[in-house]
């Protein structure tokens, strides 16, 4: 199930590569071959030679561009869970510092969140774009936010995925491991929305790729734990 969420987003995220940069690469090579023309027919306009070469270098860039971010999700596509292996085990207890100062504002509040993800979805629509939730996916992101193409609405020229965080004021932002190696994984099209002042007048604050921040992980280790068997086996 995980793999085919994964190979679902990869295509999604290779039909709106090939939409958006094709159209940026095709609006570029129109310019070079219009300033082609102009050379061919002994223009002596300053600085033509100059835009000729920052153009040509910008089609070398953008097709290099693309055809890497397609060979990695070609990558991506490729990749298949194997056998499950046990590794060991964990006990998973509330956190018990979760009511301290330091903590609460970590605490997920449901109707910050509400509020937060309200404010997102209004912020995409405002722009025109067509937003899916996804909040009950476990994905590592909140939302699907399209811009759709003004001749054919059912086809997306610019696709975020989005991960929505709230605060009642302003705090610290986590995300989950899964959140941030899904933000490392999708690179510019993952987005971060934090809406900080959730309890008085929301303030929407965007980051495109925010695995590029300084992110600190965050360990604590209460105490260890040891089966008795280990005791008995142990002793000399």
């Not at 040509?56 to 290099?64: G, H, Q, T, V």
């Not at 194997?82 to 330091?102: F, I, K």
């Not at 067509?130 to 994905?139: A, C, G, L, P």
């Amino acid at each position: 199930e995980v793999a085919a969420e994964r190979a679902r987003e990869a295509k999604t995220i290779a039909n709106h590569i090939n939409i958006s940069l094709n159209a940026i690469i095709d609006r570029a090579q129109r310019q070079y071959g219009e300033l082609i023309q102009q050379k061919e027919a002994g223009s002596q306009e300053s600085g033509l030679a100059g835009r000729i070469k920052l153009l040509d270098d910008r089609l070398f860039e953008l097709n290099a561009r693309r055809d890497r971010r397609l060979e990695n999700l070609a990558r991506e596509r490729q990749c298949m869970i194997g056998d499950v292996q046990r590794l060991g085990r964990a006990w998973v207890l509330p956190h018990p510092e979760r009511q301290t100062p330091a903590m609460a504002p970590m605490v997920r509040d449901e109707e910050i969140e509400r509020i937060a993800v309200a404010e997102a979805i209004r912020h995409e629509e405002a722009r025109g774009w067509q937003v899916e939730s996804v909040e009950q996916d476990n994905r590592g992101f909140d939302l699907i936010s399209r811009r759709p193409h003004p001749e054919d609405p059912k086809t997306a020229m610019e696709i975020r995925f989005i991960e929505v965080k709230g605060r009642a004021g302003i705090g610290e932002i986590a995300l989950t491991s899964n959140e941030y190696k899904t933000a490392q994984r999708l690179g510019r099209d993952y987005w971060l929305y934090v809406v900080f002042d959730c309890a008085s007048q929301p303030k929407l604050h965007t980051v495109q790729d925010p695995a590029q921040l300084g992110w600190q992980p965050l360990v604590k280790v209460e105490h260890y734990h040891l089966q008795a068997q280990a005791i008995l086996g142990g002793q000399g």
